[in-house]
């Protein structure tokens, strides 16, 4: 399985100041059709992963641009321009390349 | 708008098998593959498996000998079976979309079911 490992496991941040979150697989998740099968999702309290970002540096529909991935071959980086108090939750990275799909433990944001 | 939602015991007894059905209302599930996923506080999100609505399925390794997914499309539903179940399968267990274009994206979630397994 590839092993996708988050670093931080938790940041606070003050609201308007910019974050960055870690993830690193244990193998390029780079396919041979020129994708990365990297995928970032935040969890809020109660409710289900919403998916914010799609294939390493696409913006799901509707999520703020404030968010931005990036990295390639096996280190990724989500970056949040500007933290808001709405941003609290939990972030997790995962990989689609190879089954079974795995997430990285998470990492939780927190406003100071 | 496209919803799911999980529905099922909350409570099952180890040795026992855990089923759960997601429904999906505002789309024909004839579309998607769709994929269960579960949470722990111990090991986090761990993808289950997906079934496309040709009913042809692929599992975790380590619970494809105990997992069945299986879809109804009459029913606009798909379902989990996990066999002889224990503690370690107590989780929220979640029914997601995956749509094409998004690169096996789970871009819609069911809120999730808390199952438990104890006697």
């Known amino acids: 399985d590839i092993v996708m490992t988050q670093t931080p496991l938790s940041l606070s941040v003050t609201p308007g100041q910019p974050a960055s979150i870690s993830c690193k697989s244990s193998?390029?998740?780079?396919?041979?059709?020129?994708?990365?099968?990297l995928f970032w999702y935040l969890q809020k309290a109660g409710q289900p992963p919403q998916l914010l970002i799609y294939?390493?540096?696409k913006q799901f529909s509707g999520v703020s641009d404030r968010f931005s991935g990036s990295g390639s071959g096996t280190d990724f980086t989500l970056k949040i321009s500007r933290v808001e108090a709405d941003d609290v939750g939990v972030f997790y990275c995962?990989?689609?390349?190879?089954?079974?799909?795995?997430f990285g433990q998470g990492t939780k944001l927190e406003i100071k | 708008q496209v919803q799911l939602q999980e529905s099922g015991p909350g409570l099952v007894k180890p040795s026992e098998t855990l089923s759960l059905t997601c429904t999906v209302s505002?789309?024909?599930?004839?579309?998607?593959?769709w994929s269960w996923i579960r949470q722990t506080p111990g090991k986090g999100l761990e993808w289950i498996g997906f079934i496309y609505y040709d009913g042809s399925t692929n599992y975790s390794p380590s619970l494809k000998t105990r997992v069945t997914i299986s879809v109804d499309t009459s029913k606009n539903q798909f379902s989990l079976n996990l066999s002889s179940v224990t503690a370690a399968d107590t989780a929220v267990y979640f029914c997601?979309?995956?749509?094409?274009?998004?690169?096996?994206?789970?871009?819609?979630w069911g809120r999730g079911t808390m199952v438990t397994v104890s006697s």
């Open positions: 995962m990989q689609s390349l190879q089954l079974p799909y795995t």
């Open positions: 294939e390493l540096s």
């Open positions: 997601a979309r995956v749509p094409t274009g998004l690169g096996d994206a789970f871009d819609i």
């Open positions: 505002g789309d024909s599930i004839s579309h998607y593959y």
């Open positions: 193998q390029s998740l780079l396919h041979d059709d020129g994708k990365t099968y």
